[in-house]
């Protein structure tokens, strides 16, 4: 355990270094630190460190202070944090969605928030079931925007100074960046197959209808045919503009042929993953009980909303995964922890956080 808590501590600063530098955020939660610095006005990179040092010598202060933190904190609770451990998840799973839905409509008092908050939970399970790790999306959001207008700022220049070929495509620095995004594609893919005890010779490359049984390919094949869609739309776009979203479009195309033409041409079919009986149903159940929460907000209140779907959520956890005898007792304990966290969250947000939320009927 200590090995990887350690590495999984030191990729913290590690990941901050690109960030303040190069304005390339080295990790998802480095992404989400460069979205917030950039709503503040602030442009991660070399212009962070000239123009507003003070901003990027807090970040380095604050990692020595908090390793230091964590040392000592880490030392005198460790017997305490422990127990942590001992709280069923099925009482967790309440407290982290509820408190999703306030942190999401916090952001920007904006109920659609918290719509694509619950949307984006159900995709990004079903990202995870097929292999994809949400944190690339993540790093995309980030980084979109300042890709786009860094490519537009250069295809004026290419189109005033008439180079563009130079510039972008055979400029040495270009050459290197494309190489290693090559090189960072291929490699992964190619280990992939030589893990699997398969060479790369084109004879022993033959079509196979096992690719079907695996639920990644759907997943591709759904996320390319979106990619072809989005593509032909953004022919429509004119002008430098839609230069980028045709990029974009085009690669996720294109990687989708070719991941889906190496699965078909690998003969193998993935093997089920072990689960638990009855996890996609409640995943499903979960994903359902937050949208009916989300439509009782308008009508009884954001509280009372939230309340509800708490409750629900702590009873199915109680007493149908687990099995426990739907009893008065057990009732009292699901309505008091559900109490509990609502007044909780409720001091946290509106008392002291000032929180506008939408009332209804109830709260």
């Known amino acids: 355990i200590l090995v990887p808590e350690s590495a999984n501590n030191a990729s913290v600063g590690g990941a901050l270094v690109p960030l303040l530098s190069l304005g390339i955020p080295g990790s ?38 908090a390793n230091i933190g964590m040392l000592l904190i880490g030392y005198l609770l460790v017997r305490v944090c422990t127990r942590i451990l001992d ?44 292999k994809i790790m949400p944190a690339g999306i993540a790093l995309g959001l980030v980084l979109g925007r ?51 005890g398969k060479g790369i010779a084109l004879s022993s490359l033959r079509p196979s209808g096992a690719c079907l049984r695996r639920y990644d390919f759907w997943v591709v094949l759904a996320i390319s045919v979106g990619g072809a869609v989005l593509l032909r739309q953004s022919y429509a776009i004119e002008g430098i503009s839609g230069y980028f979203p045709q990029a974009v479009y085009t690669s996720i195309v294109g990687l989708g042929l070719f991941i889906m033409l190496m699965q078909i041409f690998s003969g193998t079919a ?56 739907a009893d008065l007792r057990g009732i009292g304990s699901v309505l008091a922890y559900s109490l509990l966290l609502i007044a909780v969250e409720y001091g946290c947000f509106s008392l002291i956080m000032e929180v506008q939320t939408p009332t209804g009927l109830l709260f």
């Open 87 to 130: 709280v069923p998840k099925l009482l967790i799973i309440p407290a982290v969605i509820s408190i999703s839905f306030l942190g999401a409509y916090a952001l920007r008092n904006s109920m659609f928030d918290v719509l694509l908050m619950i949307l984006s939970g159900g995709i990004a399970y079903l990202l995870l079931k097929a």
């Open 146 to 196: 300042i890709i786009e207008e860094n490519l537009i700022v250069t295809l004026y220049r290419t189109q005033a100074e008439n180079s563009l070929a130079d510039l972008l495509v055979f400029s040495p620095l270009a050459a290197v960046f494309m190489a290693a995004c090559i090189l960072a594609i291929v490699i992964p893919l190619w280990l992939n197959h030589r893990k699997q």
């Open 28 to 65: 998802a939660a480095a992404a989400v630190l460069a979205g917030g610095l950039m709503a503040q006005g602030l442009t991660p990179g070399p212009q962070l460190m000239e123009k507003n040092p003070e901003i990027a010598y807090a970040f380095i202060v604050s990692m020595i202070i």
């Open 270 to 325: 993935r093997k089920p993953e072990t689960v638990r009986p009855g996890c996609y149903w409640s995943i499903c159940l979960y994903l359902g009980l937050m949208g009916v929460g989300y439509l009782l907000i308008e009508p009884l209140g954001f509280y009372a909303a939230t309340f509800l779907c708490i409750v629900a959520m702590t009873a199915y956890g109680t007493f149908w995964l687990s099995g426990r005898k």
